[in-house]
């Protein structure tokens, strides 16, 4: 008789359910590929409530933007009525000698015009820090938005202002 060793039938019967496994009949077994929702429309998080946003300025915002906006105001329409004789001025001094009376009136005349703009960049800036205040309080983007054009014509006319101050400072003299 001949002896069979236990390993070796162990290792006959798991080969041939191995092999037996490979030649089951093709048909729907579970695939390892994504399914259609992995790759089509990923999980995420459900969107926030949409924000809803203001559509009017609190009354004492929008008193304290309008009387910044019209102390700018002020201070722009004497910016603009200083101009014509500031200009005047630094025309003259520009081929006047450096410390000639012509030269030191045109100096004068653009730390004028710097003086009159002041008042200008005091409501832009209180602007700005009403602003930030409302933002620092959690007011919602609608609030800020509402704000903002009161800032922009503000900052707009100061802008012009600067520019104005520059060009004529560049002037030779």
């Excluded at 969107?47 to 009017?56: F, M, Q, V, Y």
């Excluded at 910044?68 to 105001?73: E, G, P, Q, S, V």
């Excluded at 910016?79 to 004068?108: C, D, I, K, T, Y």
């Amino acid at each position: 008789m001949h002896r069979v060793n236990r390993k070796t039938i162990c290792l006959l019967l798991g080969s041939s359910l191995l092999l037996g496994a490979c030649a089951l009949p093709e048909g729907e077994f579970p695939s390892l590929a994504k399914r259609p929702y992995e790759t089509e429309a990923p999980i995420v998080e459900p969107p926030a409530e949409a924000e809803i946003l203001s559509t009017s300025l609190p009354d004492s915002l929008r008193a304290q933007l309008q009387a910044l906006t019209d102390r700018h105001n002020a201070a722009d329409a004497a910016f603009r009525n200083a101009l014509p004789a500031a200009r005047q001025a630094v025309l003259l001094g520009s081929s006047a000698a450096e410390g000639s009376e012509g030269w030191v009136v045109a100096h004068m005349e653009i730390s004028r015009l710097e003086k009159l703009r002041s008042d200008s960049l005091s409501a832009l800036a209180e602007i700005d820090r009403l602003i930030a205040a409302e933002r620092d309080k959690g007011a919602d983007e609608g609030i800020i938005r509402l704000a903002a054009p009161y800032q922009e014509a503000v900052r707009k006319d100061v802008d012009a202002q600067t520019r104005t101050i520059v060009e004529l400072s560049n002037l030779p003299g």
